[in-house]
């Protein structure tokens, strides 16, 4: 892995068994960015996406098409950086009503008649595919090429596996003055080295606003529930990031105020390529 800044961060303010407690929820992930001369592209923002022949461009019935978002080809990404229910091959497409063709209509978890404005579609490898042209009420999002690397990803702390590891069985972290005195210099660094919302897949996501798995669980289980709350809890643990992608200037994307946009799936649908299970988390 070729930073570890999560490891160093619990050897340098975590002591005893607390240090393998917070390691042993590190997940690796692959790292997007923007890719220098020679390197190799292994996704692309933006741009004309390459459908298979004859496929329609992605809409949200009733409200226009989706605007391209990103590809990924899965062959090309560091597999050390993935689970292994991800695809080995193929390529991943992400779609999402952006507001260009009506600004007032906007995805929503909670509500299952707008999932259709944020797709996923899975093109499996060898097959024949086409450049499309964006619909003409769209501007397409300028391309930018991204190469890979394998970095290191942590829980947000808020979440059930980080509060227990760090906490032991509590159901709510304390208010700030009440934090472990033992564990208040590891959550100052914490939230100091989380400052950037980077593009990457897989491994732990890096919200906006609080945990996109809670968010995702809460309305999965119709928003009947508290934060702490077992059910709650069990079905934020079902849930894994697929992608994420930040802002990003050169692509001239900005989802809300610099915010992000999280595809997340439960690990059997990512395992049967079921990307239409797919949801999405937009915060910003």
């Given at each position: 892995m070729t930073d570890e800044p999560y490891s160093r961060l619990a050897a340098e303010h975590l002591s005893g068994d607390l240090v393998q407690r917070w390691t042993a929820l590190l997940r690796p992930c692959a790292r997007l960015r923007q890719a220098e001369a020679g390197e190799q592209i292994v996704a692309v923002l933006g741009g004309a996406p390459e459908l298979p022949a004859g496929a329609a461009w992605p809409?949200?019935?009733?409200?226009?098409?989706?605007?391209?978002?990103?590809?990924?080809?899965?062959?090309a990404l560091p597999r050390d950086g993935l689970a292994e229910e991800f695809p080995q091959d193929g390529t991943l497409l992400f779609f999402y009503f952006d507001g260009q063709v009506d600004e007032d209509a906007f995805v929503s978890v909670d509500d299952p008649e707008t999932w259709a404005g944020a797709q996923v579609l899975y093109v499996p490898a060898n097959t024949p595919v086409l450049p499309a042209d964006t619909p003409p009420v769209l501007e397409a999002f300028p391309r930018v090429e991204l190469s890979a690397e394998t970095g290191q990803s942590a829980p947000d702390l808020w979440l059930p596996q980080a509060r227990r590891a760090l906490l032991g069985d509590t159901r709510h972290w304390p208010h700030p003055r009440d934090t472990p005195a033992e564990l208040k210099p590891f959550v100052r660094a914490f939230r100091q080295l989380r400052t950037r919302i980077d593009h990457r897949i897989g491994g732990h996501a890096v919200p906006v606003q609080g945990p996109v798995e809670y968010e995702l669980a809460n309305a999965a289980l119709g928003g009947m529930h508290t934060w702490g709350d077992r059910l709650l809890d069990q079905e934020a643990k079902r849930w894994v990031l697929l992608a994420q992608f930040g802002s990003d200037s050169e692509a001239k994307m900005t989802?809300?105020?610099?915010?992000?946009?999280?595809?997340?799936?439960?690990?059997?649908?990512?395992?049967?390529?079921?990307?239409?299970?797919?949801?999405?988390?937009?915060?910003?």
């Open positions: 809409e949200w019935p009733g409200y226009g098409p989706l605007s391209f978002v990103a590809s990924v080809r899965c062959a989802w809300g105020e610099e915010g992000a946009l999280y595809w997340l799936i439960r690990l059997a649908d990512l395992a049967a390529h079921r990307f239409d299970e797919a949801r999405l988390i937009v915060q910003g």
